[in-house]
């Protein structure tokens, strides 16, 4: 089942995808239906079956993110060709992961928002797994359990905030910097996510293209690791890390300019394109925020 979130006169609908459009459900929260498990999983599809053969289904004008999660964590280095290209890494011992924050989730179609010039954006495509079910502490063999489907992610950065000044959080939250979607599979439709197969484009030309069986920690790893320290929750989004191809590591290095159009995706999950732009302080340079020291009195 493919389910998404789009825009149903002034506020978000969810709904599910068929083969002819669109079926409404009674939810505007992808994160209240998770919540609600296996049974409103099962209400919906029935219930868009019923729409599909009474012709009720919509075109929807505009998709947003599937969801705005409670937690996102966002995959640090996880296959081996984003450690070779990149010289200032070290291999994880363990499964490497900061937070995304919510807040700088954005769908399909939104524009990615430059806040200054010089801040070498980047983009990272990545495989988004949506918690299902709450977890915690639990076993690597029952973890697939926990998963409500599969998305895409693109883990856009500052460079030049996260590796010069080593701000991952700064860098990699700007608002607008975490395009979601545009649909999510549920995992019944996709057995084993190693299986899986994702892309990105910059203005049409391919960047990174790689097997998510590439990946180093795998999926069940990731949630028994996580879930071992923090509980995870229905509707929190984890991030798998990027493969090799990123902006930053080409010589010269390639970053994100006003302009540019970006798209990542999976090959059976969908594309999410995004548009950069300029915000309203890109003329000015924002390392002028270090004459504002003071020295200790
Ligand atoms: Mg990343």
Not at 13 to 39: K, M, N, Q
Request: include cysteine; charge should be negative.
């Amino acid at each position: 089942m493919r389910v998404l979130t789009y825009l149903d006169g002034d506020g978000p609908r969810v709904g599910v995808r068929t083969d002819g459009g669109v079926a409404p459900t009674s939810y505007s929260d992808l994160r209240a239906l998770i919540g609600e498990g296996d049974a409103a999983r099962q209400r919906i599809r029935e219930k868009a079956d019923v729409a599909a053969r009474q012709g009720t289904l919509v075109q929807p004008d505009r998709v947003l993110a599937p969801l705005r999660p409670g937690k996102l964590f966002g995959g640090g280095i996880n296959f081996a060709g984003h450690l070779d290209e990149n010289p200032g890494a070290k291999l994880p011992e363990e499964p490497f992961f900061f937070s995304k924050l919510p807040s700088s989730v954005i769908g399909p179609g939104d524009e990615i928002v430059l806040p200054y010039s010089g801040m070498d954006v980047d983009y990272e495509v990545e495989l988004a797994v949506v918690i299902g079910r709450a977890a915690k502490a639990v076993s690597y063999d029952r973890a697939l359990e926990h998963v409500y489907g599969y998305t895409v992610h693109n883990d856009v950065g500052s460079r030049r905030i996260q590796f010069k000044e080593a701000q991952i959080t700064l860098g990699k939250n700007s608002d607008t910097f975490a395009p979601l979607g545009p649909e999510i599979v549920t995992a019944d439709e996709i057995p084993d996510p190693r299986a899986l197969h994702i892309e990105s484009r910059v203005n049409g030309e391919l960047r990174q293209s790689e097997s998510c069986g590439a990946m180093r920690f795998d999926v069940p790893t990731v949630i028994e690791w996580i879930s071992s320290i923090i509980t995870l929750e229905p509707g929190d989004v984890i991030t798998m890390g990027t493969p090799a191809g990123c902006g930053t590591f080409r010589d010269p290095p390639l970053y994100l300019e006003p302009g540019d159009t970006v798209t990542v995706s999976e090959r059976s999950i969908g594309a999410l394109t995004n548009s950069v732009v300029a915000g309203p302080s890109y003329g000015t340079d924002f390392s002028e925020i270090r004459t504002r020291a003071r020295r200790p009195a």
